[in-house]
């Protein structure tokens, strides 16, 4: 019985910070299912030798696993190896990616944005800017509306800031936002910021899908680690959907 314990604490209280606190939720499955495979293995592990099947089974998941880990590395490396601003490159727009808003206040995703959109405008006085994202779940504005309040209450002249309001995922902001530039007679082909959590940049550059992506990378503040953490784990599948579906 007691060699149960652990997989069960990791069962119960991952599955409660899953349920009760969305910022870690993925993480808090990620704990569930641990617990419940260390339980699964035991449980075939004891009747392998009596038994073909468990044998046959604990090696098909021994193998399903392997290459679950190796998918989930590659995703996460190259995750990590696109998620820094690009300081070089000369971009002649900049375009925010939404995330959540509370009511009419920004989430701390989207104000992570915000202040990295607004260090890397600091010496771009000129270049227009385009704020994606509907309005979603317990918010009472669009994103893009509550990106475009932020921004221009902290000096930025609202005559630069394109809106668009449509958009519900990361396709949608990028091409509803190249669209709203090329109504308003930018050169799409130009070289465009894109401004996003840095744990998305990977997937926003894999829907970019064009040589012209300057990515832009926002860090959410250290004191919300295991929140990024779980951002970190969740976008893996993230990306894998891009990469398969483009979407």
């Known amino acids: 019985m007691k060699k149960n314990v652990l997989p069960l604490v990791l ?3 991952g599955s409660s910070a899953g349920l009760l606190y969305r910022p870690v939720r993925m993480l808090g499955l ?3 299912g641990i617990g419940i495979l260390i339980v699964l293995f035991r449980f075939l592990s004891e009747r392998e030798k009596r038994s073909r099947a468990a044998r046959y089974a604990k090696r098909i998941l021994l193998i399903v696993l392997t290459v679950g880990i190796l998918i989930f590395t590659a995703l996460e490396g190259f995750i990590l190896a696109n998620n820094r601003t690009d300081e070089q490159s000369t971009p002649s727009a900049v375009l925010i990616l939404g995330a959540g808003v509370y009511g009419t206040t ?3 995703a989207l104000r ?3 202040d ?3 260090d890397y405008l600091a010496d771009k006085p ?3 800017i385009v704020v994606s994202g509907g309005q979603g779940n317990a918010e009472d504005i669009t994103e893009a509306e509550c990106m475009y309040r932020y921004l221009s209450e902290r000096g930025i002249d609202a005559s630069r800031i394109l809106r668009e309001e449509e958009a519900t995922n990361t396709k949608e902001n990028i091409e509803k936002s190249l669209a709203v530039l090329f109504v308003k007679g930018y050169d799409i082909t130009d070289n465009i910021a894109v401004v996003t959590a840095d744990y998305h940049l990977a997937r926003a550059k894999v829907l970019f899908s064009a ?3 300057i990515p832009v990378a926002a860090h959410t503040p250290l004191r919300y680690l295991p929140m990024t953490i779980n951002y970190y784990v969740r976008e893996a599948f993230g990306l894998a959907r891009a990469l398969i579906l483009h979407r």
Do not use: H
Request: aromatic residues 4%; contains cysteine.
């Open 126 to 128: 000129e270049i227009p």
């Open 11 to 13: 069962v119960l209280l």
């Open 106 to 108: 920004p989430s701390v």
């Open 211 to 213: 040589p012209n992506f």
């Open 112 to 114: 992570a944005r915000l």
């Open 30 to 32: 990620l704990c569930a």
């Open 116 to 118: 990295a959109a607004l």
